[in-house]
């Protein structure tokens, strides 16, 4: 009876421990964007009235100076309160008497803390990788349909449906949302740009979602990365995180076009899902590509999470930062009030929209 207790008790934690982790992963991530703002905040002095990470009744406080620091329940978010942010007020330190410029790079902080951490990750993917992805071909599969449509070993592909490549990254991006088998490339041949119009691809059915997509029937060259040669290893990384990058902005591009609908979008709720199983995945995979896996998900949720709080929407940095420049181009200051207006209308809208894509979170793990 006791070993069933106990076999029960290793079963459910062996499912929690990655969602443990995952949470606290993503916890990190937004501890990390918030510090960008409290940073400046703090150095501009600006008063800081509450550093949270977390939303919700607070799990633990503690006040130190003027600033209260919370971990709070629900711990998708966080948040860096500052005084006179979002209403007037006459005490020192209130944010929006500071001058704009001052204000511009403490809303922008964040984002620019994601897009680093994105960085950092990425340079460590590659070093755990060993190696960087090109776009140039290598072999093909047996009887390969894209061989047979023109495409050869040697060609590097710098164009695909009219849509530039840089990396393998975009490659991949544009292979698995397209919606047709056969796509236009153009790749550089022996020094010369070469246009080929009808290359085909087999199909392949998702497992998971049951969604089909293109395949690649062919290999590519991969680069050998290492620290002997810093300003490749630089370079390279830079290079993958734009893409990845570039792959957020056109994915956004392609959800206004209608080629991805609601229920495409993954949520908090979904973020930690999957996190978790890739957790869970890179603690069973001694080959390092579970590890590898995990990295490249965490850069492309953080450079989302950066990217996307740029976005000038209401609510988002990226809506404040319009209200910023309008008033550095001005020489007057928005109406609070009416800024005030703006953003928590579309902080109302924000979170209906974040409770329904969590709705299709979950109705996608009740369905496995």
């Not at 960087?132 to 060609?155: E, H, I, P, W």
């Not at 919606?179 to 020094?191: E, I, P, Y």
């Not at 995945?281 to 080959?287: E, K, L, Y």
Request: net charge negative; glycine share 10%; aromatic share 10%.
């Amino acid at each position: 009876m006791t070993g069933s207790v106990w076999s029960a008790l290793g079963d459910v934690w062996s499912t929690l421990w990655p969602i443990i982790v995952a949470l606290l992963i993503f916890g990190l991530i937004v501890v990390i964007h918030e510090f960008g703002h409290f940073f400046f905040a703090k150095l501009f002095k600006v008063k800081v009235n509450e550093f949270a990470v977390g939303f919700g009744p607070a799990l633990y406080k503690k006040q130190k100076g003027e600033t209260l620091y919370a971990i709070r329940l629900v711990p998708f978010g966080g948040f860096c309160s500052m005084e006179g942010e979002d209403e007037h007020s006459d005490q020192p330190g209130a944010f929006h008497a500071k001058k704009p410029w001052k204000r511009f790079i403490i809303v922008a902080a964040g984002a620019v803390n994601n897009l680093i951490l994105g960085f950092l990750l990425v340079a460590i993917m590659l070093g755990v990788r060993g190696e960087f992805n090109t776009t140039t071909v290598q072999g093909f599969v047996k009887d390969a349909s894209s061989y047979q449509s023109g495409l050869r070993a040697g060609d590097e592909i710098v164009e695909v449906d009219g849509r530039s490549v840089y990396c393998a990254s975009d490659l991949s991006y544009m292979m698995m949302t397209s919606q047709d088998d056969t796509l236009s490339r153009v790749v550089n041949r022996d020094g010369e740009e070469i246009t080929l119009n009808q290359v085909k691809f087999p199909m392949k059915q998702n497992e998971q979602d049951g969604k089909t997509y293109l395949a690649a029937d062919f290999g590519i060259v991969r680069e050998e990365m290492t620290l002997s040669k810093p300003l490749d290893y630089i370079g390279n990384t830079a290079m993958e995180t734009v893409s990845i990058g570039r792959v957020v902005w056109m994915s956004l591009v392609d959800l206004v076009g209608g080629r991805f609908s609601l229920n495409d979008m993954m949520g908090p709720v979904g973020v930690v899902s999957t996190v978790s199983d890739s957790v869970s995945q890179a603690a069973d995979d001694s080959s390092g590509a579970g590890m590898e896996y995990l990295l490249y998900l965490l850069a492309m949720i953080t450079i989302n999470l950066g990217i996307v709080n740029l976005l000038p929407l209401p609510a988002l940095d990226g809506g404040r930062l319009v209200f910023i420049t309008a008033e550095g181009i001005f020489r007057k200051p928005i109406p609070q009030k009416f800024e005030g207006w703006v953003h928590a209308v579309g902080f109302a809208l924000l979170i209906g929209l974040i409770l329904i894509i969590c709705g299709n979170d979950i109705l996608r793990l009740i369905r496995g």
